[in-house]
């Protein structure tokens, strides 16, 4: 009788594990959140950057002027039409001025944008209203408004009256056009949802409808404000006797060029004036609306 033995088991020796060295470590890095970055690239103030590259046309205008390439009677230097400015307001002749055309301008805005957002509530709130409005408005606003200053100067005379209609009709195209679009554009799931809470129709027209189409307003009135100041410009050429329209038409008699770009740049600060008032109107009356900033 034999005994098989079994073989003995095969025992190797265990390979030590590698040990991890100092070197082999990850290296971990700083991360910068970006509202961090956004920070640092805005240390210096907004106004200053956007307030750089007029800085440097000036200063490239009266470099140009001071060599003689740009000659006084084509384009005086900004040294002189800073002198020209400063002697308009002492004697108040530009203040005078500044006051009549922004009298024109806020009441030609008042009837214009009353027309508009009257004309636009009836047309987008209603399908009815729609089919009676829509079309002749779609056809007057291709006609181009100043070819209507002729007529408007044999229905209402040269007085005060075809300055304020031909700035009340730029002023009510683009109102309307801005607004009806607002109110068409407003989502239909929030109109399901206010009907399902309950609102009836003035209801979803106050609460829903009309808050939706703000945004659209609000465009509409910044387009309007810089229509109203190019409608200004036409209407002051018409037998004028008062306004910055009527002090450009005098410097370009006597070819005073400073003056001249001297009430451009005001209609262009009253411009920009009007915007930043819509644009603080916009933050305030759409703060429920978060939008992007930029980056």
Same mark, same amino acid.
């Given at each position: 009788?034999?005994?098989?033995?079994?073989?003995?088991?095969?025992?190797?020796?265990?390979?030590?594990?590698?040990?991890?060295?100092?070197?082999?470590?990850?290296?971990?890095?700083?991360?910068?959140?970006?509202?961090?970055?956004?920070?640092?690239?805005?240390?210096?103030?907004?106004?200053?950057?956007?307030?750089?590259?007029?800085?440097?046309?000036?200063?490239?205008?009266?470099?140009?002027?001071?060599?003689?390439?740009?000659?006084?009677?084509?384009?005086?230097?900004?040294?002189?039409?800073?002198?020209?400015?400063?002697?308009?307001?002492?004697?108040?002749?530009?203040?005078?001025?500044?006051?009549?055309? =922004?009298?024109?301008?806020?009441?030609?805005?008042?009837?214009?944008?009353?027309?508009?957002?009257? =004309?636009?509530?009836?047309?987008?709130?209603?399908?009815?209203?729609?089919?009676?409005?829509?079309?002749?408005?779609?056809?007057?606003?291709?006609?181009?408004?100043?070819?209507?200053?002729?007529?408007?100067?044999?229905?209402?005379?040269?007085?005060?009256?075809?300055?304020?209609?031909?700035?009340?009709?730029?002023?009510?195209?683009?109102?309307?056009?801005?607004?009806?679009?607002?109110?068409?554009?407003?989502?239909?799931?929030?109109?399901?949802?206010?009907?399902?809470?309950?609102?009836?129709?003035?209801?979803?027209?106050?609460?829903?409808?009309?808050?939706?189409?703000?945004?659209?307003?609000?465009?509409?009135?910044?387009?309007?404000?810089?229509?109203?100041?190019?409608? =200004?410009?036409?209407?002051?050429?018409?037998?004028?006797?008062?306004?910055?329209?009527?002090?450009?038409?005098?410097?370009?008699?006597?070819?005073?060029?400073?003056?001249?770009?001297?009430?451009?740049?005001?209609?262009?600060?009253?411009?920009?004036?009007?915007?930043?008032?819509?644009?603080?109107?916009?933050?305030?009356?759409?703060?429920?609306?978060?939008?992007?900033?930029?980056?």
């Amino acid at each position: 009788m034999t005994i098989d033995h079994a073989p003995p088991p095969d025992i190797s020796p265990v390979s030590p594990q590698p040990s991890l060295s100092v070197s082999s470590a990850p290296v971990l890095e700083a991360v910068t959140p970006d509202s961090v970055r956004g920070a640092r690239s805005r240390a210096v103030p907004r106004w200053v950057r956007r307030g750089v590259g007029p800085l440097v046309l000036l200063l490239l205008w009266q470099v140009l002027s001071s060599a003689g390439v740009l000659h006084r009677d084509v384009l005086a230097s900004p040294g002189t039409i800073a002198r020209s400015a400063g002697a308009l307001i002492a004697d108040g002749t530009l203040p005078a001025a500044m006051a009549v055309s =922004l009298q024109r301008v806020a009441v030609g805005l008042l009837l214009g944008g009353a027309a508009g957002v009257a =004309l636009a509530l009836v047309s987008g709130l209603s399908r009815l209203g729609e089919d009676l409005v829509d079309a002749p408005v779609q056809m007057l606003r291709t006609v181009p408004w100043v070819g209507l200053i002729p007529l408007l100067i044999i229905w209402l005379g040269i007085g005060e009256a075809p300055k304020v209609a031909l700035i009340a009709l730029g002023v009510a195209f683009h109102l309307y056009l801005n607004v009806y679009a607002g109110i068409r554009g407003v989502d239909d799931q929030l109109v399901e949802a206010g009907q399902s809470l309950g609102l009836g129709r003035w209801g979803l027209i106050r609460h829903v409808v009309l808050p939706g189409a703000l945004p659209g307003a609000m465009t509409g009135l910044r387009y309007s404000l810089a229509t109203a100041w190019l409608a =200004l410009v036409f209407g002051e050429s018409i037998n004028a006797d008062a306004g910055i329209g009527f002090l450009m038409n005098q410097a370009r008699d006597f070819f005073r060029t400073d003056v001249i770009v001297v009430c451009l740049v005001v209609y262009a600060l009253l411009g920009l004036l009007a915007d930043a008032v819509v644009r603080t109107l916009e933050r305030l009356l759409l703060q429920w609306r978060p939008t992007f900033t930029g980056q």
